[in-house]
């Protein structure tokens, strides 16, 4: 089960582009502690809530027109403390919190299993980015996350470039990559 979703008000989500020179750069960004404060398996809406530079963040993206794809291991639905549709509340919420500030995801894929399970979706494996790619027409791609271990490494897997929150907010993160990307050019 594992998986992608989406709501109808995304606005690239599903759309699926040929390869060529028109694809966009995504940004892979983490949920917990790094969109949304992190609190132990989140399950309902009263409990969440943006961190400091989050909407900014992706409202900048969005007017880069960098897509935003949420990954995110969600192993709380296969042990059981959650529900699918839980997890779907929290998300509803997240987005429409961000919505508030001007700021929209692109799509949000996750991986529901426990680590036991062994899949090829939960980070740091790269089987998330993998149906991203599916997805969307990426040029190239990079990661914002709050853990070194998991999105870190799973950044190294894919050689993307990456970048850590905590001391630095996904803002601080985003204009760092805007300006590698104006020097790219
Ligand atoms: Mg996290
Ligand atoms: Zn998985």
């Known amino acids: 089960m594992a998986g992608r979703y989406n709501r109808s008000t995304e606005r690239s989500g599903g759309r699926r582009r040929s390869a060529g020179p028109n694809g966009r750069i995504a940004a892979f960004i983490d949920r917990d502690n790094t969109i949304i404060e992190d609190c132990p398996y989140c399950k309902s809406r009263d409990q969440v809530r943006l961190l400091k530079g989050a909407a900014a963040g992706i409202r900048k993206l969005n007017l880069n027109g960098i897509l935003a794809i949420v990954l995110t291991n969600q192993s709380g639905i296969g042990r059981g403390y959650f529900t699918l549709e ?29 680590p036991e399970d062994m899949c090829s979706c939960r980070k740091p494996a790269t089987g998330l980015i993998e149906m991203a790619r599916r997805d969307f027409n990426t040029t190239d791609e990079f990661v914002i996350g709050d853990r070194e271990e998991i999105d870190g490494e799973m950044a190294r897997r894919a050689s993307l470039k990456y970048g850590i929150v905590g001391s630095k907010t996904l803002l601080d993160i985003v204009d760092e990559m805007l300006v590698l990307y104006r020097k790219d050019r």
């Open 86 to 114: 839980q997890m779907q509340e929290v998300n509803d919420e997240m987005r429409r919190q961000l919505g508030l500030e001007g700021a929209a995801i692109d799509a949000i894929y996750f991986c529901p299993h426990r």
